[in-house]
């Protein structure tokens, strides 16, 4: 079976950050982490190959982050929620978004039906 463009940024994000499953997120990680998508995008070479690809491969994601939530068009409860994720399913999130969109329009729709979904969870 061969990996999706977002498992293998997941997979690289983890080792790369030394993210395990109780690692907590914080702005800073985040931040780094965000950095690391641009710098892969748009300094080629910048880490070796297979990092390189795997950080580059995620930059629909990063764009369509920045507009989203970095820009507050969803909603607070939705920004606030991911923010509160550990960086083990922040970095799951981030790959799934690369898997299912492939441009900022479709990431719009994406993250309407995120918040849609985790609502109920949210009430509880």
């Not at 997979?11 to 997120?25: E, K, L, N, P, W």
């Not at 991911?82 to 990431?107: K, P, R, Y």
Request: proline residues 2%; charged residues 20%; hydrophobic residues 40%.
């Amino acid at each position: 079976m061969t990996e999706t463009a977002g498992q293998k940024f997941t997979a690289t994000a983890r080792r790369y950050f030394h993210i395990g499953t109780r690692t907590r997120q914080t702005a800073a990680k985040r931040t780094d982490l965000m950095e690391a998508i641009a710098n892969a995008c748009y300094y080629p070479g910048y880490y070796t190959e297979a990092t390189q690809a795997a950080f580059a491969g995620a930059g629909n994601a990063l764009r369509s982050w920045d507009k989203h939530v970095e820009g507050y068009r969803i909603a607070g409860d939705l920004k606030y929620r991911m923010e509160c994720m550990s960086m083990w399913h922040f970095t799951a999130l981030l790959g799934q978004l690369i898997d299912d969109c492939e441009n900022v329009g479709q990431a719009e729709v994406w993250f309407q039906n995120l918040a849609r979904e985790l609502r109920p969870q949210m009430a509880a």
